[in-house]
């Protein structure tokens, strides 16, 4: 069984530029889960889809952080524009239904300098 | 609110010494309970979950958990720890439908 494929591996932007995730999570999964970890912490919450509508957002900076999940499969995270403080790992997970266990991608790490 | 804690950031072992990491879960009701282990540049990839029924729960790579309401805690054991240990390790809970909450994570070293 495939694992969840996640790209690009690395970005690195200047401050103010945009930049763009992707996620293809494992198939058949119904969530899928974007979280930013910070070095030196435990993965946040950004964002939950459940098929292709959002579950929780809460903890989305909405003014520069977008997410979609179109058709239910594959998602794109965007940032734009880029601050410093979000240099981190972006991680993508998927789990069967909501209240089962996530399946994590080897996720994205970005750099904003 | 949900929440968990960590309160170790920094464990270290001796290789073949047992181990154990500490978890505490803030939660209404009986919350689904999960450990992760992160090892450098990788995703996280899990070790074992509770969600009901016997208490202590066995994992991959030789580790176990115990959960246990009264202290509303969900501690992560092995008996004796591999140098290929070494790693950081996530608890995470899971209110039954919405958000999978992570702990601060601990990192482990382990000494030859």
């Known amino acids: 069984e495939a694992g969840v494929a996640q790209s690009p591996r690395y970005k690195i932007i200047e401050k103010r530029q945009s930049v763009a995730f992707w996620c293809n999570p494992i198939?058949?999964?119904?969530?899928l889960y974007w979280y930013q970890q910070i070095l030196g912490q435990g993965p946040k919450l950004l964002i939950q889809f459940q098929n292709n509508g959002v579950v929780d957002d809460s903890q989305l900076p909405k003014d520069r952080f977008s997410a979609e999940r179109l058709k239910g499969v594959d998602s794109t995270l965007k940032i734009q524009p880029a601050k410093l403080e979000d240099s981190a790992v972006y991680l993508c997970a998927s789990s069967l239904f909501q209240n089962t266990e996530a399946f994590f991608g080897q996720g994205t790490r970005l750099t904003v300098v | 609110a949900q929440s968990v804690t960590q309160p170790d950031i920094h464990i270290t072992v001796s290789e073949g010494a047992s181990l154990e990491l500490r978890c505490n879960y803030s939660y209404g009701a009986t919350p689904y309970l999960f450990w992760y282990v992160q090892s450098p540049g990788q995703g996280l990839q899990l070790l074992l979950k509770y969600f009901s029924g016997d208490t202590l729960v066995q994992g991959i790579k030789g580790f176990e958990a115990e959960f246990k309401r009264s202290q509303s805690s969900f501690n992560l054991r092995k008996p004796s720890v591999h140098w290929s240990d070494a790693a950081e390790y996530f608890c995470a809970l899971n209110n039954a439908g919405n958000m999978l909450t992570f702990g601060g994570g601990t990192r482990l070293m382990v000494k030859p």
């Open positions: 198939s058949g999964h119904a969530t």
